[in-house]
Structure formats: C-alpha cells, structure tokens
C-alpha cells in the first residue's frame, strides 16, 4: 500500500495535530502528574527506526505521540539514532529494549540479575543517554519477565512493558491485563500491553475492530490501555500497516481518548 492510499482510506484523521500535542511534545523525563482522562499508550519495539520516522506524519495528523522500545543501540547507524532524536524532539518517547534483545528471565537463571543488568540493561541505557535520549520505561523483549526482574528494573526505570495474551476466543477488550484504572495508573510500576501486529491482515482480520473496542473500553470505564506493534510497514513478520494502524488512531481521535507515552505517565 502506498502513501496516497493510506492518506485517502476512510475514516483518516484531519490534518493538524490534536490539542494534545503541544501539552504531550514537552517530554522531560521527570514524574507526571497524575492522570485525569483516559488514554491510550501505544509502543512500537526492536529497530524499525526509518520506518517509524516515517510514520510521524500520521502520528501528528492525529496529534498522537506513541513510545518507541529501541534495541541494538550499540549498532544502529548515525541516521538510525538521529530518527530516534527525532522522534523525541517530536514528542515521542524513546524507551529501551535492551543491548541484545535478551530475555529478562532466562537470562537471569543461566547467568545471574545482575549479570543480566550488567549485560543487557546498564549499557543500552549508558550509550542510550550518551545520545540525550534519557528513557524512563522499559520493555521486556519476548515479555519475558518476573517480580525480580521488576523490582530490579524498577530501580532504573519508571515504567516497564511485558506482555498479556487472550486465552481462547477471549477478545482484547475482554483482556483486563492491559487496563489500569486511571486513578491506579501512578502506583504501577509494569504495565502489559497486548500486539496490534498484523491487524486487519489475513490470519487478523477483526483486529482492528478489536484493538477499536479496546480504546472504547479504555473510554467508557475511564482507564489506561497499552498495545504493542513493531515495524509499521510491511518488511517485518511483526508489523502493522500504516493504513490499519491510521484507522487505530483515528478512531482514538474520533472519540476523544488521549494518546500517552510512557514518559507522561506520573
Ligand atoms: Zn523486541
């Protein structure tokens, strides 16, 4: 699909950032205030960096800021680490993934906690400021984490993201996993968010129609909702197309619910 063809689809946003932007683009990493609205945090994991600069229009089309989980930052190229200061400068958080994508858990019981902060965690963060990108969330690559893997990570970190998974026939909106009551939002420390990958794509054909009662939910019971993708295009098995994901946020726009990154959460 292309550009034009996304731009058209039914159901875009308008141009023109949301009032949210402006409040949502001042990004330091200091503790929030608490929440007050309802909202939606979307994240988007591993190094789809040029692709994920490629969507900031349509994140600013629908004044939506989302937290981008980086990877690999030992090998990104100089562009790849300047679309991440990009995305920043834009209002989007730019959270950590870890050096070598390790599994928090697993690593931990072949080697050792702090083997696995040592490893993993204390230098993606190191080179992750040496770049002025100061993350304050974390996500665990593969969801894979536990209570010691949390309380060691909460240490260095505000906000940490794993993973919830429908059981059997059980819808996203039906998953309470991944909703924290509003006024419950400040005293969570690990939040799950549940995959958007491949909405409305065959195999997903009612994600987007799941993912959209979600951000209902998210609405009505006045709660925080957190959903996860990876590259936004087509290059990756984890993915979400530009077009699926522009009806995603245009409905969130269409009905008012706020877009959040982990860096505005209190
Ligand atoms: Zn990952």
Redesign the pocket.
């Known amino acids: 699909m292309n550009w034009i063809a996304v731009l058209l689809l039914p159901g875009a946003c308008a141009a023109g950032a949301g009032p949210d932007a402006a409040e949502a683009a001042s990004g330091e990493a200091e503790k929030r205030p608490a929440l007050t609205e309802p909202g939606v945090v979307l994240t988007f994991?591993?190094t789809f960096v040029s692709q994920w600069v490629a969507a900031m229009p349509l994140f600013e089309k629908c004044g939506a800021h989302a937290t981008f989980?980086v990877?690999g930052f030992d090998e990104l190229t100089p562009e790849q680490v300047a679309g991440l200061q990009r995305l920043r400068q834009a209002g989007h958080a730019v959270g950590c993934?870890?050096l070598r994508?390790r599994k928090a858990v697993e690593y931990t019981e072949q080697h050792s906690l702090d083997a696995y902060l040592r490893d993993d965690v204390t230098p993606a963060v190191a080179l992750m400021d040496a770049a002025g990108l100061h993350p304050t969330s974390f996500?665990y690559?593969?969801s894979n984490n536990n209570e010691a893997t949390d309380a060691a990570l909460l240490e260095r970190f505000r906000h940490l993201r794993t993973g919830a998974y429908p059981t059997e026939g059980e819808r996203i909106a039906q998953l309470d996993a991944i909703f924290t009551p509003i006024n419950a939002v400040a005293a969570r420390g690990c939040f799950a968010g549940r995959s958007m990958d491949r909405a409305g794509e065959p195999g997903h054909e009612d994600g987007i129609a799941q993912v959209t009662e979600a951000l209902d939910r998210a609405l009505e019971k006045r709660e925080l909702v957190v959903l996860y993708s990876?590259n936004i295009g087509t290059e990756n098995r984890?993915h979400i197309l530009p077009g699926s994901l522009e009806q995603i946020l245009a409905h969130a726009k269409r009905i008012g619910l706020r877009f959040y990154t982990f860096d505005d959460l209190p």
Do not use: I, K, L, S
Request: glycine share 8%.
């Open positions: 994991d591993d989980f990877t993934h870890g994508h996500a690559p593969c990876h984890n």
